[in-house]
């Protein structure tokens, strides 16, 4: 009896168990069936940046655009939604990677790829522009020295580009000192132990042109455009390095290719020549009295060397009478003279000051520059004087050889510092020869580039290439995205991404040869080159559904294949309630034909948890009962 009951005990409380568990099972399967609906913030209405989210534009292709790309000219963080850098939202199914322009300042040398043809003869940057290079030459023989030491402070300065170069730095203090001889030997020297150091060839071409060793300067500035076409320091130099060889045909071509590499630069060395052109005296008749009927502010002299003993020298004495002449005639203004202790230790401007007072100048009118060093410092002490009373009107008193480059000079350096003058001139002597006034003409170019700040390397960094445009397009001809690049830039083709395609490369028209790589002569459109690949299709994995307040994105299931066949991708819709659809294109306000499942807390879902519930009431219940029988 008692083992008869024992048993049939177990049986009952089997029975509830079983009943029990398979009442849980079925409440947890329908809890779990549901969609599981990630919770949004509807307050900041942002999805995760780890979603993708993608406008179907049809069956084949879909816009991704979450990349893991960082963009330094946009900040965008890593791994951050971004949009797609397009200038045309009519290119579907192309993704573009940001451009991170390059954040030098100096810009780098072009890629010998990049000429039409590059010889140590001659260069070509297109099929219309080029020239040929100047031969090369050895060094000249140098001058007799300078002063030396007493030199080095004068004005202007000479060399300031190499000034802190540790190469050259002392070749600097030699060329302000004008120690010429150890000079010549030393930069000769470095030239040829060292042939690929550039600045070595620049401050030679400079040093050169100040000591009118022309066909030796245009030597040089070719060493540095046969290794560096594109230098425009070098090319600019190099067209007053034709100017005064008598190249014309040179300096018609080197325009050109200074035009067509930095248009700027080519306008302001441009000028220079013309207005220095325009004021030589073959055009302007120089001569002991005025030009005009102008009315001056201010005489402006230009010294001369003395003689050893500081008397003044004949030239000298040339212009000291004219400036005494023309002092007498406009008896109230100021006169600035100018000129340092060049040849020998008097300076021009105490030795001129000093002649006039005795000759009955008052000497409150005068005022002295005493650091000039040559024409181009005359011209930066003058200016300054002129600005502390405000001259604008001047007088020019130099030898008549002398006074086109005064002139001349004094111009260009007043413009180039902003200071507006207007210049007549007289002259003391007489009319010079025609190779003297020949070299005059020829000497003014040098010292007018200098005065202008278009001579030194350091003048020429305010210039840079000019950039042309490079517009990208798909293989249908739609624009994708647009870029500036310096002209002979290499091109950084942008990586896209399209379904069931790979990117093969890049041409510059729809059907022509991949580029494997491209430096822009001018402004040039490249298209996308794409080939088949059925590998290259979205992964079939579905993407869980968001709920981001009116707007529903979601993910349709692929349709079920054969295990051996690939799943057609995926596609991401975007619903759009009724009230928004007319905001958005149509392709991306198409509301999805695909069924959703439930969402949790739907009516559905809360009556099978009901019924699961009852079941497992149902269980207790009845296994209560049971047991009180029981007892």
């Known amino acids: 009896m008692f083992n008869t009951n024992n048993n049939s005990c177990r049986a009952r409380k089997f029975k509830a168990l079983k ?11 329908l809890l779990s069936s549901g969609p599981n609906v990630q919770a949004l913030d509807n307050n900041s209405g942002n999805l995760p940046t780890s979603v993708s989210v993608t406008s179907t534009i049809d069956s084949s292709q879909s816009i991704d655009i979450t990349t893991s790309e960082i963009s330094t000219e946009t900040g965008v963080a890593e791994n951050e939604t971004t949009t797609l850098i397009s200038t045309d939202d009519s290119a579907p199914g192309v993704q573009t990677r940001a451009y991170s322009a390059a954040s030098d300042t100096e810009e780098a040398s072009i890629s010998k790829d990049f000429y039409e043809n590059l010889t140590n003869e001659r260069v070509d940057y297109t099929s219309e522009i080029g020239f040929d290079f ?28 190499y000034a802190n170069d540790s190469i050259l730095s002392e070749d600097v203090i030699r060329f302000r000192r004008w120690e010429w001889q150890d000079l010549y030997k030393s930069l000769d020297q470095k030239a040829q132990e060292n042939p690929d150091y550039l600045n070595t060839y620049r401050l030679q071409a400079e040093v050169y042109l100040v000591n009118k060793n022309y066909k030796e300067a245009f030597s040089q500035l070719d060493r540095i455009l046969r290794r560096d076409p594109s230098d425009i320091h070098a090319l600019s130099l190099s ?27 080519e306008e302001a060395v441009h000028n220079v020549l013309k207005f220095s052109d325009s004021n030589n005296a073959k055009k302007v008749n120089y001569g002991s009295d005025q030009l005009t009927d102008m009315v001056p502010d201010v005489i402006a002299v230009f010294g001369q060397s003395p003689n050893p003993d500081g008397t003044p020298s004949p030239a000298l004495i040339t212009r000291l009478e004219k400036t005494k002449e023309m002092a007498e005639r406009y008896p109230d203004i100021p006169i600035v003279l100018s000129g340092g202790p060049v040849r020998y230790e008097y300076a021009e401007a105490d030795v001129m000051a000093k002649w006039l007072v005795e000759n009955g100048i008052s000497a409150d009118r005068l005022i002295l520059d005493d650091i000039a060093r040559d024409t181009p410092g005359n011209a930066v002490g003058m200016v300054k004087a002129f600005k502390e009373f405000g001259a604008k009107n001047v007088l020019a008193v130099g030898t008549i050889l002398h006074l086109p480059r005064a002139t001349t000079v004094l111009k260009v350096y007043a413009d180039a510092v902003g200071y507006d003058i207007t210049i007549d001139s007289a002259g003391g002597g007489t009319p010079p020869s025609g190779s003297k006034q020949e070299g005059e003409r020829l000497y003014t170019y040098v010292n007018a580039l200098r005065a202008g700040f278009l001579y030194t390397k350091d003048d020429f960094d305010k210039f840079s290439r000019r950039t042309v445009k490079v517009t990208f397009k798909d293989h249908d001809g739609k624009v994708i995205e647009e870029r500036e690049y310096k002209l002979g830039e290499k091109v ?41 690949n059925p590998d290259n299709l979205p992964s079939e994995k ?20 054969e295990s051996n066949k690939k799943a057609e991708s995926s596609a991401i819709v975007t619903k759009v309630s009724e009230d928004k659809k007319h905001s958005l294109p149509e392709t991306a306000s198409a509301v999805s034909q695909t069924k959703s499942l439930p969402k949790t807390n739907s009516v559905n879902n809360l009556s099978y948890s009901l019924f699961g519930f009852c079941l497992v009431g149902l269980s207790f219940t009845g296994r209560k009962k049971r047991s009180k029988n029981n007892i």
């Open 19 to 29: 009943l029990t568990s398979i009442s849980t099972l079925a409440l947890f399967w």
């Open 134 to 161: 100047y031969s090369e030459l050895p060094a000249p023989g140098a001058k007799a020295d300078g002063r030396g030491e007493p030199l080095e402070k004068l004005i202007s300065n000479y060399g300031d580009s």
């Open 239 to 265: 067209i007053l390095a034709a100017k005064v060889t008598g190249e014309k045909e040179q300096v018609k071509n080197r325009l050109a290719a200074l035009k067509y590499i930095s248009p700027e630069a």
């Open 492 to 532: 950084d083709f942008p990586t896209l991404a399209r379904d069931g395609f790979s990117l093969k490369g890049w041409a510059t028209n729809s059907e022509g040869i991949k580029l494997d790589e491209f430096f822009p002569k001018l402004d040039t459109k490249l298209y996308a080159i794409w080939e088949k």
């Open 542 to 561: 579905p993407k869980e559904p968001i709920q981001t307040g009116s707007n529903v994105v979601v993910t349709e299931a692929p349709e079920a294949k």
